[in-house]
């Protein structure tokens, strides 16, 4: 006898996500996933995120990445919630662990939560965590040529962070091209040119994402 | 890479619509994936034979229907297959698209005893 079913594989996952979403909508957190292959600078967009937008806007993390300094460097500065996932060597986060996450982070003190995926550009694109905004962080040391290898990924985001662009007269990289090619997979794909290095495109990048957040902010308490 | 957590959550879905129907056995699990998502069917069908050991559906098998990736072009409105290093529209070279399939990952049904 044959059952018909019909049933999304990944619908337990967007069913918690969903109500990770209600989560943060009733704190008013805007919620970020930024993804990446290993080492392409999601840790750098993170901290640099922080720097520009602190003063403004109560910023929580969560980190999935397993090779990470960004609790060190966070603790160190003591005014940001991080709470470090253990993913346990899986290639990807999920809703489910996001709200875990969310359980240990104070909600009411927080309206944008940067959450760092795990490095990797195949598997995240598939899990939503529950987020407003999904994010790829591409380098120029990776080649020009990825949005074609991972298309489901670049298709699938809502902005591109070109990272590292001070290592442009280095490395060949053709930046029109790349630019074309992911506007031709994904037209609604905003893109950006920064250097965490150099600082260079971060203020254009905080301010939109600042836009994005489109909401009064919960007001900010200042310490006198 | 996935595979894992993909292949555990499809296991649930089998298992509840098994369940659920008083079935004795699970002998097929017939599955919809789209060329984009990049799962590898050998290593669903690795996973499952691990998660199925000792529960009805041990021994069943796996067949995957792939749906290709597709496109239709913004310009001329046509659909057309995407190929791999190749996302400009085959009608008229517009190169704004909107993928319509390939992103498919879904349990289509069960044959059961
Ligand atoms: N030259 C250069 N190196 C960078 C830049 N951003 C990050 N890096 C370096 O790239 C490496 C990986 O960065 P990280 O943020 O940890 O990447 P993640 O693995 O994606 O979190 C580190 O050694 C960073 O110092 C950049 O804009 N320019
Ligand atoms: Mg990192
Ligand atoms: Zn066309």
Redesign the interface.
């Known amino acids: 006898m044959e059952i018909k079913i019909l049933k999304n594989i990944l619908g337990a996952n967007d069913r918690i996500a969903a109500k990770n979403r209600e989560l943060l909508d009733a704190h008013k957190i805007f919620a970020v996933n930024i993804m990446a292959s290993p080492g392409a600078g999601k840790t750098s967009v993170v901290l640099q995120t922080i720097r520009a937008l602190q003063d403004g806007v109560r910023i929580g993390v969560i980190e999935g990445d397993i090779s990470s300094s960004i609790d060190a460097e966070l603790v160190a500065k003591q005014d940001v919630p991080v709470v470090q996932i253990n993913t346990g060597g899986e290639c990807h986060l999920e809703a489910v662990q996001v709200q875990d996450a969310l359980n240990n982070l104070p909600l009411a003190e927080i309206d944008l939560l940067l959450i760092e995926n795990v490095g990797n550009l195949v598997c995240p694109a598939e899990f939503t965590l529950g987020e407003h905004l999904k994010v790829l962080i591409a380098s120029v040391p990776e080649g020009d040529d990825k949005p074609f290898k991972y298309p489901l990924m670049f298709n699938t985001v809502d902005a591109l962070v070109l990272n590292k662009i001070d290592l442009l007269p280095y490395v060949k990289f053709n930046v029109d091209g790349f630019t074309k090619t992911v506007k031709n997979i994904n037209a609604k794909a905003e893109i950006f040119k920064v250097s965490c290095t150099t600082g260079e495109g971060i203020t254009t990048w905080a301010k939109w994402l600042n836009s994005r957040m489109g909401k009064p902010l919960k007001k900010r308490i200042t310490s006198t | 890479?996935?595979e894992l957590?993909?292949t555990q959550?499809?296991f649930?879905?089998?298992l509840q619509?098994?369940e659920q129907?008083h079935?004795k056995k699970v002998t097929k699990i017939n599955?919809v994936i789209g060329a984009?998502?990049?799962v590898v069917s050998d290593s669903v069908q690795f996973y499952l034979d691990f998660m199925t050991k000792d529960t009805i559906a041990e021994n069943a098998s796996v067949s995957f229907k792939t749906v290709p990736?597709q496109a239709r072009c913004?310009n001329c409105n046509q659909t057309f297959n995407?190929e791999?290093?190749n996302?400009?529209c085959p009608h008229c070279q517009g190169?704004?698209?909107?993928?319509i399939a390939g992103?498919e990952?879904?349990?289509?049904?069960?044959?059961?005893?």
């Open positions: 890479m996935h957590a993909i959550s499809m649930e879905i089998v619509q098994a129907a079935a599955l984009m998502t990049g990736a913004r995407l791999e290093f996302w400009t190169n704004i698209i909107d993928v992103k990952l879904f349990v289509e049904s069960i044959e059961v005893e």
